[in-house]
């Protein structure tokens, strides 16, 4: 097969492939470089207030025949590559819903495709993880799934709530330690401005005190989205959440951010939305970060 045929079957694959998420592919920062598998279509729970992923999706999970052709058609694409595919990125709002004979099973494909596979990874909802045994987990490690994104979002339970998050901030916890407990790699999503204006202080507040307490190997810290189809505009509009301003989330940021006491964790603050990027590694980089937030709010300050 000469060059332009294969660019063009793998065009037709990739297409194919992806069909089913109409050109919208959500995957957890630290795994944007992995390769991406579609298992399931939706999320199972649907119903946070702030989210519109997935609105009038119905939830559905691929069967293994259609998981086997998606990873033929990508092992076929991925043929040339000079680096050997080793890091999955399983696709969906929480694929952590499965089984886990049926993960297990996804793993055994992946594998047979890609031997070298070193971690499988997915988004997940916090009670995936709780509903799972020790036992269950343990499977799940040994099978590669060793490097989740967890949803926290946020430490109160008040802010939890009114998003109709689904989980309290205990259970937030208890899914952290538990896959601390089997040694389970995860990053750790945080919202700002989870409680609007009127909680903001409350959502720094304790969300370190939550944070402080675990040892995910990354923070992810984001900027609420404010997606079209989210009930949560219903509530902007009648005046019951109060968006943050630009210089509110930098100072929600730096509450944030200086009662953090933990050790050996990338702070990253890099998205997109986010007012101003920044990144490092905590204990070290936690002054200088602060001081670039302190720069901006300055900034932003006289330009009120
Ligand atoms: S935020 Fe996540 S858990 Fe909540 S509805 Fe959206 S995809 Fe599902």
Redesign the pocket.
């Known amino acids: 097969m000469d060059n332009t045929e294969f660019i063009k079957k793998a065009k037709k694959y990739i297409e194919e492939i992806y069909k089913p998420y109409n050109n919208k592919i959500y995957v957890p920062m630290p795994e944007t470089r992995n390769l991406f598998l579609p298992v399931t279509i939706g999320?199972s729970?649907?119903?946070?207030l702030?989210?519109g992923?997935?609105k009038n999706i119905i939830f559905k999970k691929l069967t293994l025949e259609e998981i086997e052709e998606n990873l033929k058609k990508l092992q076929f694409i991925t043929k040339n590559n000079r680096r050997k595919v080793e890091k999955f990125n399983l696709l969906g709002?929480?694929p952590l819903v499965l089984k886990t004979d049926y993960l297990v099973e996804i793993a055994r494909l992946i594998r047979k495709y890609f031997p070298e596979v070193k971690y499988i990874s997915s988004?997940s909802?916090v009670d995936d993880i709780i509903r799972k045994s020790y036992d269950e987990l343990l499977l799940l490690r040994d099978n590669k799934y060793n490097r989740l994104s967890l949803?926290i979002e946020s430490g109160s339970d008040k802010i939890l709530d009114f998003q109709r998050?689904g989980v309290t901030s205990e259970d937030n916890l208890a899914a952290m330690k538990k896959l601390e407990k089997v040694k389970i790699d995860y990053s750790a999503y945080i919202i700002l401005g989870f409680g609007g204006v009127k909680y903001s202080r409350e959502n720094a507040l304790e969300t370190a005190k939550l944070l402080n307490k675990v040892h995910p190997f990354e923070l992810v810290v984001v900027n609420l989205v404010y997606f079209p189809n989210a009930p949560l505009l219903d509530k902007v509009k009648i005046g019951e959440f109060k968006r943050l301003s630009p210089l509110q989330s930098l100072e929600e940021e730096y509450l944030l951010l200086s009662k953090l006491e933990m050790e050996n964790v990338i702070f990253n603050a890099t998205h997109k939305n986010n007012i101003i990027a920044i990144k490092g590694k905590l204990p070290e980089h936690k002054n200088s970060m602060l001081k670039k937030i302190r720069e901006n709010i300055k900034k932003y300050s006289i330009k009120l």
């Open positions: 999320c729970y649907n119903k946070c702030y989210c992923l997935n709002g929480n988004f909802r949803g998050k």
